[in-house]
């Protein structure tokens, strides 16, 4: 575990204890959502058939994985001509105690074609920081269109999954931040990830019609990021969290340094992925935000402040289009 990483996790600790982040009694907004036409986070969990476990080459591995899971797999936007790279990243416990020199599988499903079934690519062994970087070999180079990605722990069968959108031709996109933005405030991912230590009982808080606001766009044809500067180790719980609120499907973007991000540095991050997936052939349509750093960011960009949706105090700042709230937003979308 690096010690700065060590650290802010225990500034963060201590500032639970403020907050009393142990009660067992908060609640959250429940999903919100009509029907929907937009694409879910559907792990195909049903149609895959799993190997056998073999157990682990190491024992103390075998220890470990009696902790809960908490592995990351990260979305990749590529087009036809990229290096296609499986990048994920595997821990176990509270604390994210990396899994170091075992085996993971990698198995991938196209969500874009007809008659799509699980099929194994390769495998790749954890390094000492726990992560696997794997190229896909040329002979199976994913094809056109959005491909759900399987990374399978050999050992004992848990799994992390992603998503691969390569590109064929400019993609109509709407981005979305997370934190204080479809959640209540900037620290309910905070809050969530610290209760694991007592309880694990709460959940983010989400907006009102947040999901909805979402699923607008998704239903519509847009390709939805949820691009946040939250570390690559919440990638997992941001999706889960994304999934059970009824969120459609979407990429999503974590901060991948071993530090914590804020201020100019935040906005400096996301306005240079952006820049990295319209070079893939992303058209950034819309944004939403709610910081000054998000603002920077699309504006960084080029988005207009038109097209550039800002909710809470910042709502409005440098000639953004100010939310009130997403049920009233929702009104007045076309």
Do not use: C
Request: proline share 4%.
């Amino acid at each position: 575990m690096q010690r700065k990483w060590f650290q802010s996790v225990m500034l963060l600790v201590v500032t639970s204890f403020l907050w009393g982040l142990g009660a067992a009694h908060v609640t959250y907004a429940a999903p919100s959502t009509s029907s929907s036409s937009a694409p879910e986070f559907d792990f195909k969990e049903s149609e895959f058939e799993a190997p056998p476990k073999t157990g682990f080459i190491h024992g103390y591995n075998q220890l470990l994985s009696t902790h809960t899971p908490h592995h990351n797999g990260y979305d990749l936007v590529v087009n036809k001509d990229d290096v296609q790279v499986i990048k994920g990243k595997f821990q176990y416990g509270d604390f994210r105690k990396d899994l170091e020199d075992e085996w993971v599988s990698i198995y991938t499903y196209s969500l874009s074609g007809k008659d799509s079934s699980w099929l194994k690519i390769g495998r790749a062994k954890t390094d000492l920081d726990g992560r696997i970087n794997f190229e896909i070999p040329k002979e199976s180079k994913l094809s056109s269109g959005v491909h759900l990605v399987k990374l399978l722990v050999e050992g004992d069968g848990t799994s992390a999954y992603m998503y691969v959108h390569n590109l064929a031709e400019k993609t109509k996109t709407v981005v979305f931040d997370i934190d204080g933005t479809l959640t209540t405030d900037d620290f309910e991912n905070i809050k969530e990830y610290l209760n694991e230590f007592w309880n694990g009982e709460y959940k983010a808080k989400m907006y009102e019609d947040a999901n909805r606001a979402v699923r607008y766009y998704a239903d519509r044809g847009y390709t939805i990021v949820y691009l946040t500067a939250r570390p690559y180790w919440l990638t997992e719980k941001s999706q889960a969290w994304l999934k059970e609120l009824g969120f459609p499907r979407g990429i999503i973007h974590t901060y991948d340094g071993r530090d914590l991000l804020f201020g100019d540095k935040t906005a400096v991050y996301k306005k240079e992925y952006l820049q990295e997936i319209g070079s893939k052939g992303m058209s950034i349509d819309y944004a939403y935000g709610n910081a000054t750093t998000d603002i920077d960011a699309y504006m960084g960009y080029g988005l207009p402040g038109n097209r550039t949706f800002i909710i809470g105090e910042n709502a409005g700042k440098n000639g953004t289009t100010p939310i009130s709230s997403y049920p009233e937003h929702l009104k007045g979308l076309p």
